[in-house]
């Protein structure tokens, strides 16, 4: 189980944090993760890969989480997701890295659960379509399908976003 924890660790937290998750809840959210991989650890019989077996259950579980954010009438952050992942050479570089992880974050709160999943999985984490299929337990053309509308919506976000700073 420490093994599992630190070799995917990372991956979930990035994941539950791409998947919508606030920033203040999302390591209570990827503890919440590894507690159900360890009560579930002996029913993993190896049909997916590890990773996306974790994936599935970080889905749920960042599904659960913004549920209960709207409950206690949270207001998600526009903050990006991780300003300390965004390093670059020059101040400037790491200014422009660090809106662009922003307007990212802001597309993304603006699609459902299925879309931003797929969206997430494939374009962000790079699985395979099949993988991704099998994390969020659908059939390969509706994961192509979400992906398809996902893509669409986050573009035309991203535009939106970029029409506005022009016009500012």
């Given at each position: 189980?420490?093994?599992?924890?630190?070799?995917h660790?990372?991956?979930?937290?990035?994941?539950?944090?791409r998947?919508?998750?606030?920033?203040?809840?999302v390591?209570?959210?990827?503890?919440?993760?590894?507690?159900v991989?360890h009560?579930?650890?002996p029913e993993?019989?190896?049909d997916?890969q590890?990773?996306?077996?974790?994936?599935?259950?970080?889905?749920?579980?960042?599904?659960?989480?913004r549920?209960?954010?709207?409950?206690?009438?949270?207001?998600?952050?526009?903050?990006?997701?991780?300003?300390?992942?965004?390093?670059?050479?020059?101040?400037?570089?790491?200014?422009?890295?660090?809106?662009?992880?922003?307007?990212?974050?802001?597309?993304?709160n603006?699609?459902?659960?299925?879309?931003?999943?797929?969206?997430?999985?494939?374009?962000?984490?790079?699985l395979e379509m099949?993988?991704?299929?099998?994390?969020?337990?659908?059939?390969?053309?509706?994961?192509?399908?979400?992906l398809h509308?996902?893509?669409t919506?986050?573009e035309?976000?991203?535009?939106?976003?970029?029409?506005?700073?022009?016009?500012?």
């Open positions: 189980m420490d093994r599992i924890f630190r070799e660790g990372p991956f979930v937290w990035r994941a539950l944090r998947l919508g998750v606030a920033p203040s809840d390591d209570d959210a990827c503890q919440e993760v590894f507690v991989v009560r579930k650890l993993y019989r190896g997916s590890l990773r996306t077996w974790l994936y599935g259950i970080a889905v749920r579980v960042a599904a659960a989480s549920r209960r954010a709207h409950v206690r009438h949270e207001i998600p952050s526009d903050e990006p997701i991780s300003p300390e992942a965004a390093s670059s050479s020059t101040p400037e570089g790491t200014a422009v890295e660090r809106e662009a992880l922003a307007l990212l974050d802001r597309a993304l603006e699609l459902d659960d299925e879309k931003r999943a797929v969206f997430v999985l494939y374009e962000i984490e790079g099949a993988e991704v299929a099998e994390a969020v337990d659908c059939p390969i053309q509706t994961a192509y399908s979400r509308a996902a893509r919506a986050v035309k976000s991203m535009r939106r976003a970029m029409l506005g700073k022009v016009m500012a």
